[in-house]
């Protein structure tokens, strides 16, 4: 279902699994991510089937430690038990490894960190949220992914975790950009909701949400219709990546979140709290139901004059309170209405409503739902929480009801 969308130019230059690493054109020095993102097992577009390690007649791996990655080949032993079946992708953070866990039988996916300090750092950071997370979710509820293990091999981390399927980014892709169906959308965001707002009741931000790094749990397809169309077998999906997930009492770095899904309140550093991952996953849902990212720009003001366009006007009491003042002028956004970029927004934006595709009441509640989640002031964007019983997810809490009853 829904309507084939191209990936635009700018789309095709994303980077699945990291930041976007393209200059910014306006104030790049002081908006940059503090760290790249740590990518989680299966989010990079790069997989199994696409990016085997190449061995050598030696057996050796073709693979470059000049970045401080680990070399390795098919049939490399780790710990003992963890025996390299295949790559499974790269991200600024290191490798993701297919391995066999020689122990238990099971395939795994293993995260190789880079052996540099920066990096080693975030992992450590990751694996302690992982550890909470596990401890809090012993019977394993929500749908956050498991670590299994963690060691260190000839100086790596290495972070083993249950083994998943494709990201729903890299699902949208193989298919052309076409975007989710309603049904297929209540059902993945009432998973990740419910996953999310568990991290947020345990005092945890996860700080980088998007397509990349929410993962199917299974994305093997049946062929309906003579295999001239595919569908998924399963639309459970997991939260990955937890490498800049913060405690509400631990230091909050000003810049967080990958540019197309950062919170206006980030851009403005006005200071942030759990609710920029609810204007996250906002930015999540529109793009499942248009098969391409609802802010698509490399530029802060330009970010924030899309913004305007899809949303109505900032609040005045927003621009008011910024550090970022060369972003404002006489209580507005200083935006050229006259300048190439505000082409390219009339050209790609436009009023929220205006998107909606049909009018059916689903689809109503979908976008009166996504509205409460893109509101600027944090003081009036919906909870997960109170999300969780809107009615766009009535026909979920029914069945769960009838399952129990």
């Not at 569908?231 to 770095?253: Q, R, W």
């Not at 991952?277 to 802060?300: A, K, P």
């Not at 913004?307 to 006489?330: A, C, S």
Request: proline share 3%; with cysteine; net charge negative.
């Amino acid at each position: 279902m829904g309507v084939l969308v191209q990936k635009t130019d700018l789309e095709s230059n994303r980077q699945p699994g990291t930041f976007n690493q393209q200059a910014e054109t306006e104030n790049s020095a002081d908006d940059s991510s503090p760290w790249p993102a740590l990518g989680c097992p299966g989010d990079n577009a790069v997989n199994a089937q696409d990016d085997r390690v190449r061995k050598s007649s030696e057996g050796k791996s073709c693979e470059d430690e000049e970045e401080g990655h680990l070399v390795y080949h098919v049939g490399l032993v780790m710990k003992e038990r963890y025996e390299v079946v295949c790559t499974l992708g790269t991200g600024a953070f290191g490798k993701v490894v297919e391995c066999i866990d020689k122990e238990k039988g099971e395939r795994v996916a293993v995260k190789i960190i880079k052996n540099i300090d920066c990096f080693r750092e975030v992992a450590k950071s990751e694996i302690a949220v992982l550890e909470e997370i596990n401890s809090l979710d012993d019977d394993n509820r929500f749908a956050c992914v498991r670590m299994l293990d963690w060691f260190e091999h000839d100086g790596h981390v290495c972070i083993v975790f249950e083994l998943l399927g494709l990201s729903t980014f890299e699902v949208l892709r193989r298919s052309e950009f076409q975007p989710f169906s309603v049904e297929q959308i209540r059902y993945m965001a009432f998973q990740i909701f419910r996953a999310v707002c568990f991290l947020h009741r345990n005092k945890l931000t996860h700080t980088d949400l998007k397509p990349e790094n929410i993962l199917f749990v299974c994305s093997d397809y049946n062929h309906v219709h003579n295999n001239q169309t595919r569908k998924l077998m399963s639309l459970d999906v997991k939260v990955v990546d937890f490498g800049t997930a913060t405690f509400d009492h631990e230091h909050h770095e000003s810049l967080v979140s990958t540019r197309h899904y950062r919170a206006p309140e980030v851009i403005l550093d006005l200071g942030w709290n759990q609710s920029c991952d609810v204007w996250s996953l906002g930015c999540v849902l529109m793009e499942f139901y248009l098969g391409r990212t609802l802010f698509m720009t490399h530029d802060s003001k330009e970010h924030l004059a899309m913004m305007e366009k899809v949303l109505g006007p900032i609040p005045t009491h927003l621009l008011k309170q910024t550090r970022k003042k060369h972003y404002i002028h006489n209580d507005h956004l200083n935006w050229d209405q006259q300048s190439s970029s505000d082409d390219y927004i009339r050209k790609h934006c436009q009023p929220l409503k205006q998107y909606m595709q049909r009018s059916s009441e689903e689809e109503r509640q979908l976008f009166d739902l996504v509205a409460c989640m893109l509101e600027y002031d944090v003081y009036r964007r919906i909870t997960l929480e109170e999300a969780l019983w809107h009615p766009f997810f009535s026909p979920l809490r029914t069945q769960q009801k009838q399952r129990h009853s």
